[in-house]
C-alpha cells in the first residue's frame, strides 16, 4: 500500500510529538531526580551535624557518672574562661558585619570594573591575530616595491 504524502507528513508530525513528550518526560524525571538527590545530600549532611553537634545517651550517661564522682569547679573554670576569651557582644558582631558587607561590596564593585575594563583572552588574541595579519600585508607590499627578494637590488 502507497501512503500519499499528506499521510507521510501526518506520521512523521506524529513521531515529532511523541518525541518531543519523551524528550519533556525524560526533563521532567531528571528534574525531579536531581531535586530529590539534592534533598538526600541536604538531609545527609544535616544527619552528620547533629552527630558532630548533640551528644549521645552514652555521652550523657558519661558525663552524669563524672559529675556524680567529683566536683568539676577546675574544668568549669576552664571553660568559663575559654567562653570569656572568645565571647563577642552583638554590637562587635554587627560592626563586623557592617565592616564586612563594606568588604564585600567594595569587590563586587571592583569584579565589575574588572569586567568592564578588561579584555577578554579570546579578544586579545583575535586582536594580535588581526595585527600579525596587518603586519604581513605591509611587508608584502614592500617586498613588492623593492621588487623582490632575489633581484639584486640593495635598499
Given at each position: 500500500?502507497?501512503?500519499?504524502?499528506?499521510?507521510?507528513?501526518?506520521?512523521?508530525?506524529?513521531?515529532?510529538?511523541?518525541?518531543?513528550?519523551?524528550?519533556?518526560?525524560?526533563?521532567?524525571?531528571?528534574?525531579?531526580?536531581?531535586?530529590?538527590?539534592?534533598?538526600?545530600?541536604?538531609?545527609?549532611?544535616?544527619?552528620?551535624?547533629i552527630k558532630e553537634t548533640f551528644a549521645t545517651k552514652?555521652?550523657?550517661?558519661?558525663?552524669?557518672?563524672?559529675?556524680?564522682?567529683?566536683?568539676?569547679?577546675?574544668?568549669?573554670?576552664?571553660?568559663?574562661?575559654?567562653?570569656?576569651?572568645?565571647?563577642?557582644?552583638?554590637?562587635?558582631?554587627?560592626?563586623?558585619?557592617?565592616?564586612?558587607?563594606?568588604?564585600?561590596?567594595?569587590?563586587?564593585?571592583?569584579?565589575?570594573?574588572?569586567?568592564?575594563?578588561?579584555?577578554?583572552?579570546?579578544?586579545?588574541?583575535?586582536?594580535?591575530?588581526?595585527?600579525?595579519?596587518?603586519?604581513?600585508?605591509?611587508?608584502?607590499?614592500?617586498?613588492?616595491?623593492?621588487?623582490?627578494?632575489?633581484?639584486?637590488?640593495?635598499?
Amino acid at each position: 500500500m502507497q501512503l500519499s504524502e499528506f499521510e507521510w507528513s501526518a506520521i512523521l508530525a506524529v513521531f515529532g510529538i511523541i518525541g518531543t513528550l519523551g524528550g519533556l518526560a525524560i526533563a521532567l524525571i531528571t528534574f525531579f531526580l536531581k531535586r530529590t538527590m539534592s534533598n538526600v545530600d541536604d538531609h545527609g549532611k544535616n544527619i552528620q551535624t547533629i552527630k558532630e553537634t548533640f551528644a549521645t545517651k552514652d555521652d550523657l550517661e558519661k558525663t552524669r557518672a563524672e559529675l556524680r564522682a567529683g566536683d568539676k569547679t577546675e574544668a568549669h573554670d576552664k571553660d568559663i574562661n575559654e567562653i570569656k576569651r572568645t565571647y563577642v557582644t552583638k554590637g562587635e558582631l554587627k560592626e563586623i558585619k557592617g565592616e564586612l558587607r563594606d568588604d564585600y561590596k567594595k569587590l563586587v564593585d571592583d569584579v565589575a570594573d574588572i569586567k568592564e575594563n578588561s579584555v577578554r583572552k579570546d579578544d586579545f588574541h583575535r586582536a594580535i591575530a588581526d595585527l600579525a595579519r596587518s603586519v604581513d600585508k605591509v611587508y608584502e607590499l614592500l617586498i613588492k616595491e623593492k621588487g623582490g627578494y632575489g633581484n639584486g637590488k640593495q635598499g
